[in-house]
């Protein structure tokens, strides 16, 4: 293998998306601004378009390979032509849910509660789902269905739609997809490199297998390549995996306009390759809504929306409150009439219900007299008095308490809308 032969830790142009080899050309730059900006927003759909072998795969590697996981659990399904259910079943278990059976409210039930589980814990959740055009209508709305998952004002889910140009094309005319159209808050459509990129991407990659300059190339092979390719990453990478092996067969240290001409004649005649450009010019239609930085990374954008100590320990007491004032609630109603000072917050009125059980007593002690029963039936009128007294408080205190409850939930409630 020609790896061997030219001292190469790796194979640089294999086919497969790898993050390791990730290029930042022009307009894969343009991508990340977007994935960035969309990222922060923490909310709906961001869509990445482009032509076969344009690198979409290898971006979303590379999305995958940078977010800080810390901040923000990901995953990711590469779609066929699935249905909405099957699409549900297979989002699942892209987080890793396994759901019995085949019940779509079972999958949607444990889809909703780890997403709440993961905001809870300070994560915000990221579906990127590949090759979209496999999708029909009927799958887009369910992915739709599931970005409307949140907790309190808080979107739970954000979804990441990687797809070829039909896809672009369906999601701009299609009158099923209004409601998702109104919800994408970036989208970019991948163009070819520049022809001046193709020789810092050729040897971006050779460097990451440690390559040295040798084999060395004649700047007229980058030209070459520019035109023969239209750009597209993966189709360069197809002619120059050949023509290194060409180059090592032959073995030769410099690779030259000749050799990748008689390279690119065997590809022709193998039928494996078109020299016709892949990839035509995007219309300046898909111009950012708003100004985006040259560079994007990905540990400061993902910026969770629920990470904020203040926030979560404000929850937390609001949470801890209306439990306490709930149970003394349920503990106010579960008490019986009969030992009335067991229910009297008062400690006064507890007083004078002991105080008049006592004279009872000891007028009960002296019975026959009428002096006795006059200060009986006065204490009796004494003890109905401070019992209806206590029934009263607890009444209010009942009612205190609700109102507390509700204007604890009510003032949460507006703090997270604001």
């Not at 990839?279 to 040259?294: D, G, H, L, Q, R």
């Not at 203040?310 to 007491?317: H, P, T, V, Y």
Request: glycine share 6%.
């Amino acid at each position: 293998m020609y790896d061997e032969f030219y001292g190469l830790t790796g194979r640089p142009f294999q086919l497969t998306p790898d993050p390791r080899f990730y290029f930042e050309s022009g307009t894969h730059r343009k991508a990340l601004s977007y994935l960035g900006y969309g990222l922060a927003q923490g909310e709906g759909f961001i869509v990445i378009t482009g032509e076969v072998g344009a690198g979409k795969s290898t971006l979303a590697a590379h999305l995958m390979a940078t977010i800080d996981r810390q901040r923000l659990t990901a995953a990711q399904i590469v779609t066929s032509a699935l249905d909405g259910e099957e699409l549900i079943h297979v989002s699942a278990r892209a987080f890793g849910l396994e759901v019995a059976g085949h019940d779509k409210a079972t999958a949607l039930a444990q889809i909703e509660a780890f997403l709440h589980h993961e905001a809870r814990e300070g994560r915000r959740c990221l579906l990127v789902v590949d090759e979209s055009q496999n999708l029909s209508v009927e799958a887009l709305e369910e992915l739709r269905m599931l970005s409307n998952f949140q907790l309190g004002a808080h979107p739970l889910l954000q979804i990441l739609l990687l797809g070829q140009p039909e896809f672009r094309t369906l999601l701009q005319t299609s009158s099923e997809l209004e409601q998702l159209r109104q919800r994408v808050i970036a989208s970019h459509h991948l163009d070819a490199m520049e022809p001046s990129e193709i020789g810092a991407y050729i040897e971006h990659r050779l460097a990451c297998v440690g390559w040295k300059g040798n084999p060395a190339f004649e700047a007229r092979v980058y030209a070459d390549l520019a035109k023969a390719t239209g750009g597209v990453p993966r189709r360069i990478n197809q002619v120059v995996n050949r023509l290194l092996l060409m180059a090592a067969i032959e073995q030769r240290q410099t690779i030259d306009a000749t050799l990748l001409q008689a390279v690119m004649s065997d590809l022709a005649g193998d039928g494996g390759f078109n020299s016709k450009p892949a990839i035509t010019p995007v219309p300046a239609s898909e111009a950012p809504v708003v100004e985006m930085p040259a560079k994007q990374t990905f540990a400061a954008p993902v910026a969770p929306v629920f990470d904020d100590a203040a926030w979560r320990a404000a929850l937390a007491e609001r949470d801890e409150q209306i439990a306490e004032l709930q149970q003394a609630i349920i503990e106010l109603a579960d008490m019986r009439p009969a030992p009335v000072a067991e229910a009297v917050a008062d400690p006064e009125l507890l007083a004078q219900i002991e105080e008049a059980h006592r004279r009872i007593a000891a007028l009960e002690a002296r019975d026959g007299d009428e002096e006795v029963i006059a200060a009986l039936v006065e204490a009796n009128n004494r003890i109905v008095a401070l019992e209806a007294r206590t029934a009263e408080q607890e009444q209010a205190i009942r009612h205190t308490l609700t109102m507390l409850i509700e204007w604890i939930e009510n003032e949460d409630y507006q703090r997270a809308a604001a």
